[in-house]
């Protein structure tokens, strides 16, 4: 033989080498995408969830704010019901201004300088109404920060849910492209060998760039949960860290504490206040008192002069005064009182939505946990060990595993449903935070 023909039969020996593509090559590559398709991901980070709810409770400005107003109505209450100030006058009386002894201040007997000191004393039933509203509005800024906190709260750990579902569906995609990354560099080599087609080499370059695009669109929703986590507990980088908590609801005890919820009891409070607009009302019907007394101070050949006095009010025209007045208030009192029947009707219809939907959720998640997710990892699964069997192409092998990201993602998101529809309605609807 030549030695040209021997450096032609070495050419197609190498040749065919490469186009055979051993078994144990596809079975390496078969497993190395096992391994890392069905690894199990490590969470870390600094804030778990009840961590999150308790700094998001004494952080947020939104309850400092809600603190302040209830030091503001307790420092004010002491106020309440107290007589006014005293009253200083003095003056000048009966200087002449005409006849003989115009101008002069010690001829006539009748000059003087007065000093006196005036007290108005309101009556009881106006100063007890005071100090009502007084206490009404402490406990309508104590209900309100109630609300406030519950609110907090509520966004707080949606915020918090948020995060931890971002970061796991983000790491779902990135052990799907880490499992996928050998057979990124088997797609031309499949080709090579004649079992898939020359068009199947693009398609990788295509499913692996909206791969990409889906994890950016992921990461970037994990980095907006972060921010919004960090709005509420003041942390500057939180991590969602531990588990969440069990989606389990106990949906009696939620409808039997409707009427101990925030909201409601806030009503209560502004319907005290009004009562207390109403008697401040009725005390227009009270007369008002004023007393005085004056020392007046005239030419020693005259003698000084003390006068005492006093005054009350006269509601003689209550019809056209007062009666207005507090028909306006007891309106009032009414009106607040049919706003909270509205209030516990909306919130008793929201609360059997809410369990509806959450039903529902529940239902879902299931479905996609204990049936579509098993299903898309044994296909997974049958596809890769044919692909290392020498039986089935990439495209099958990609194709399954997308599948099973898609099914991993959709589990995670009906399993977010179901976290954030528990939380919510437990943190809603619940007992009142400590």
């Known amino acids: 033989m030549s030695a040209l023909s021997c450096r032609r039969a070495r050419a197609d020996e190498r040749g065919r080498s490469r186009i055979s593509d051993p ?4 079975q390496a590559v078969a497993a190395a995408v096992l391994a890392l ?7 870390a980070g600094p804030l778990t969830y009840d961590q999150a709810l308790k700094r998001a409770s ?11 107003a209830i030091d503001a109505a307790r420092a004010a209450a002491p106020a309440a019901g107290q007589l006014p100030d005293p009253e200083l006058s003095v003056a000048v009386e009966n200087l002449p201004i005409s006849g003989p002894m115009a101008g002069s201040f010690g001829l006539d007997g009748m000059t003087m300088v007065r000093v006196g000191v005036m007290q108005a004393v309101p009556s009881g039933a106006r100063r007890r109404a005071e100090r009502e509203i007084a206490a009404a509005d402490i406990d309508v800024a104590e209900m309100q920060s109630q609300v406030t906190l519950r609110e907090v ?12 579902y971002a970061e796991r569906r983000r790491e779902v995609l990135d052990e799907l492209l880490a499992a996928l990354e050998p057979l990124w560099d088997a797609a031309p080599a499949a080709v090579t060998s004649g079992q898939d087609r020359p068009a199947w080499a693009l398609s990788p370059i295509r499913l692996k760039t909206e791969l990409e695009d889906r994890r950016s ?9 972060r921010a919004d986590l960090g709005r509420w507990t003041g942390e500057p980088d939180p991590q969602a860290e531990g588990p969440p908590p069990e989606p389990i609801l106990d949906e009696a005890n939620l409808r039997a504490g409707l009427g101990r919820v925030p909201s409601l009891r806030a009503w209560a409070a502004a319907a005290d206040r009004a009562d207390a607009e109403t008697n401040l009302a009725r005390a227009g019907l009270r007369p008002d008192w004023s007393f005085e007394l004056g020392y007046g101070r005239r030419d020693p050949m005259y003698g000084d002069m003390v006068s005492v006095g006093a005054r009350v009010s006269l509601p003689l025209f209550a019809d056209r005064r007062q009666d207005p007045v507090i028909a306006a208030r007891a309106a009032d009192a009414r009106r607040v009182r049919v706003e909270r029947e509205t209030t516990a009707r909306a919130l008793s219809a929201d609360l059997e939505a809410d369990l509806a939907e959450h039903r529902m959720h529940q239902d879902q998640w299931r479905r996609a946990r204990d049936v579509l997710l098993p299903v898309a990892r044994e296909r997974a699964s049958l596809e890769t060990a044919s692909y290392g069997a020498v039986r089935s192409g990439l495209a099958e092998v990609i194709d399954a595993f997308t599948g099973l990201a898609d099914a991993r993602l959709e589990a995670l998101d ?4 179901v976290a954030r529809d528990a939380v919510r309605i437990v943190l809603t609807y619940g007992e009142d935070p400590q």
């Not at 398709?37 to 969470?43: I, K, N, S």
């Open 23 to 26: 078994p144990v090559t596809r």
């Open 37 to 43: 398709a069905f690894a199990t991901p490590v969470l």
């Open 58 to 68: 004494v952080d947020a400005p939104e309850i400092r704010a809600r603190g302040l």
């Open 153 to 164: 709260r509520v966004v707080a750990a949606l915020a918090w849910i948020d995060l931890y």
């Open 217 to 225: 669109v992921l990461v970037a929703a994990e980095e907006r949960a």
């Open 414 to 417: 009906r399993e977010a449903l």
